[in-house]
């Protein structure tokens, strides 16, 4: 039956799976919260950088409107 298959192919997916999983390499602690920084420092730059991008072509194309 072909429900006997995909049972076979998920059950080896599992297997596979949890082979992989048990090979990561977790970071430690220190560096995840020194990743996590750099991420959410790059995010707000790049947000206020964009923020002030806008602004200006905003105020550009308002005076090329009027």
Do not use: H, N
């Not at 297997?15 to 048990?22: A, H, I, N, Q, R």
Request: glycine share 4%; net charge positive; no cysteine.
């Amino acid at each position: 039956m072909w429900f006997s298959k995909v049972y076979q192919k998920f059950v080896r997916f599992l297997k596979e799976s949890w082979g992989e999983f048990k090979r990561v390499t977790w970071p430690s602690k220190k560096e995840l919260i020194s990743s996590t920084t750099v991420v959410i420092l790059f995010v707000l730059f790049f947000a206020i950088f964009i923020g002030i991008i806008d602004l200006l072509l905003t105020q550009i194309f308002t005076i090329f409107i009027r």
